[in-house]
């Protein structure tokens, strides 16, 4: 195990703060390409840092650690979509172009492409962070790449 991780396992804020920065760009890619607005992004990548933070005692190395933020990240995207469907998000005025096109496709395209685009996962893996069932996550790749490619 590397100095940092033992470090941050046992608490060390400034060893976490290391690792976290290593993946936070990435992840934070993945919750703004998949949610209504930035401040929900934000939201999702805090929450799941803070998760980690509390819960690194119990993976074993610093990939571990990393997978534990993206996973929880994934599982705050897909809460927010829930909370999509009893009302309706309230999206940026103007979005960049590329963000514009992610909003066009479903919620569950919109998440399946970013963690398969910023993290290159297959479906397999996709569909064990995300908690969405391999064929859905299977159809939501191709489709949401098939609308992005036409728009694109």
Same mark, same amino acid.
């Not at 009893?86 to 479903?106: A, G, N, V, W």
């Given at each position: 195990?590397?100095?940092?991780?033992?470090?941050?396992?046992?608490?060390?804020?400034? =060893?976490? %703060?290391?690792?976290?920065? @290593?993946?936070?760009?990435k992840i934070y890619y993945v919750?703004?390409?998949? /949610?209504?607005? #930035?401040?929900?992004?934000?939201?999702?990548?805090?929450?799941?840092?803070?998760?980690?933070?509390?819960? =690194?005692? %119990?993976?074993?190395?610093? @990939?571990?650690?990393?997978?534990?933020?993206?996973?929880?990240?994934?599982? /705050?995207?897909? #809460?927010?979509?829930?909370?999509?469907?009893?009302?309706?998000?309230?999206?940026?005025?103007?979005?960049?172009?590329?963000?514009?096109?992610?909003?066009?496709?479903?919620?569950?395209?919109?998440?399946?492409?970013?963690?398969?685009?910023?993290?290159?996962?297959?479906?397999?893996?996709?569909?064990?962070?995300?908690?969405?069932a391999l064929d859905v996550v299977?159809?939501?790749?191709?489709?949401?790449?098939?609308?992005?490619?036409?728009?694109?």
């Amino acid at each position: 195990m590397s100095r940092i991780f033992d470090e941050a396992k046992r608490g060390d804020i400034t =060893a976490f %703060s290391k690792i976290y920065g @290593s993946v936070c760009e990435k992840i934070y890619y993945v919750a703004y390409y998949s /949610l209504a607005s #930035s401040e929900e992004a934000a939201k999702a990548v805090t929450e799941a840092a803070h998760y980690a933070y509390d819960n =690194a005692e %119990s993976c074993t190395d610093e @990939s571990q650690l990393k997978e534990l933020m993206l996973k929880k990240t994934c599982e /705050l995207v897909v #809460s927010r979509f829930r909370e999509y469907k009893k009302s309706s998000p309230t999206y940026e005025p103007f979005p960049s172009f590329i963000r514009s096109q992610m909003l066009r496709l479903t919620d569950a395209e919109r998440l399946t492409v970013m963690v398969w685009s910023v993290f290159d996962r297959e479906a397999e893996e996709i569909s064990a962070l995300t908690g969405l069932a391999l064929d859905v996550v299977t159809k939501k790749l191709e489709s949401g790449q098939n609308k992005l490619i036409a728009s694109l």
